[in-house]
């Protein structure tokens, strides 16, 4: 498993995109930052 800014790209593949994209197909607007930026870096 890999890791990439604090993730695992496992996670994001198996978990995050398929959460992503349920959330859009309800309507929402999706801004998908990807696997190499987390919440914190992006605040920092």
Known sequence: MTTTGGW???E???V???FLRQLQ???WE???QGHGESIVDALA
């Open 8 to 10: 695992s790209v496992s």
């Open 12 to 14: 994001y593949t198996e």
């Open 16 to 18: 995050e995109q398929p």
């Open 25 to 27: 197909a309800l309507g």
């Open 30 to 32: 999706i801004i998908d």
